[in-house]
């Protein structure tokens, strides 16, 4: 089996995935190759590990992609081969839910700048036995999701067995044992009006793209949490940048971003907006669904993809992609 792994997630997970070299013959580009470079890796290639799939990788003896990491916007189906699969590992979704729910309540609870304070100056003035200000906790928190996919549902779900009230943007309805409010996307503004916290969770589309803009940030209340974690051109960054500094919202946390670089050691500027001097955006980099689990998981995900001729993952692939 000849198996072409590009781009630096897929180098990565090859060598999770203990394949044996005898039985497979293996090539790996990073993200920084040329056309020509991507053109003879894809000769003779019977399995594509890639987020991406376009013109370039088209080879008449391509029988899977493989999308190791979250979402499809990258793999254009237009370009693919007939007969050719499509697979997601996924696996991601509690992962991306702690990290959302770490942000939550730090930002809710004021661990942070509490903490600080105190360390640094004694500072007394939060102490419940001196009947400090007191915080909001989860159960008194409306959460909105954008997206019904694998994350909106977990997320959801984990926000739920805390008793926030939640409620989802979406195309899909899903049935679910927790009460949640459902918009469609022509009743975002609605949506959006009661949310203490808003995640943006959908895939990307001509739809989703700029879901989040200035109208949209004028109608949230300004001490609401927004929370980036699917891809930045569902959030109009400069319109993020500019709500954030004049405080029509409370806070911004972003995990994904315009720009990537192609090398570990490249500092590459994320976005065109700077975010990088607003004190109240928090900035990752895009580290939401890289733990050590996820890895192990999409790993051996992957390497069963390989062994099996044929997997019926159809149901999967659109629930990955739900908004």
């Known amino acids: 089996m000849n198996i072409f792994f590009f781009g630096n997630m897929a180098c990565y997970l090859s060598s999770q995935m203990h394949l044996c070299a005898e039985q497979h013959v293996m090539k790996f580009l990073d993200e920084s190759a040329t056309d020509a470079e991507i053109e003879a890796h894809c000769h003779n290639t019977d399995i594509l590990v890639s987020m991406v799939f376009d013109q370039r990788f088209v080879n008449s003896s391509l029988k899977k992609v493989l999308v190791p990491g979250i979402g499809l916007d990258k793999i254009d189906f237009s370009q693919l081969p007939e007969n050719v699969q499509v697979l997601t590992c996924a696996e991601h979704e ?143 960054y400069d319109d993020l940048a500019s709500a954030c500094r004049d405080r029509t919202i409370g806070r911004a946390v972003i995990d994904v971003w315009q720009f990537y670089p192609k090398k570990v050691n490249e500092a590459t500027r994320p976005s065109a907006a700077n975010f990088s001097q607003i004190n109240n955006v928090d900035m990752t980099p895009h580290i939401s669904a890289w733990t050590k689990k996820v890895i192990a998981d999409r790993a051996s995900i992957l390497a069963r993809y390989i062994s099996e001729e044929s997997c019926n993952i159809v149901a999967h692939v659109l629930q990955e992609n739900q908004a």
């Open 94 to 236: 509690m992962a991306v839910s702690e990290y959302i729910l770490s942000y939550v309540i730090s930002y809710f609870r004021e661990l942070d700048s509490i903490g600080t304070r105190f360390k640094s100056s004694f500072d007394w003035e939060d102490c419940s036995r001196l009947g400090g200000v007191a915080r909001k906790q989860l159960n008194e928190l409306t959460i909105g999701v954008i997206g019904g996919g694998r994350i909106g549902r977990k997320v959801i779900e984990v926000f739920s067995y805390f008793g926030s009230s939640c409620r989802c943007l979406t195309r899909y309805p899903f049935e679910t044992s927790n009460s949640v409010l459902f918009f469609s996307r022509t009743n975002r503004d609605d949506f959006l009006r009661e949310c203490d916290v808003v995640i943006v969770a959908c895939g990307l589309d001509q739809h989703t793209q700029n879901i989040i803009d200035q109208h949209a940030l004028n109608i949230m209340n300004s001490d609401s949490l927004l929370i980036n974690i699917a891809r930045a051109e569902c959030v109009n």
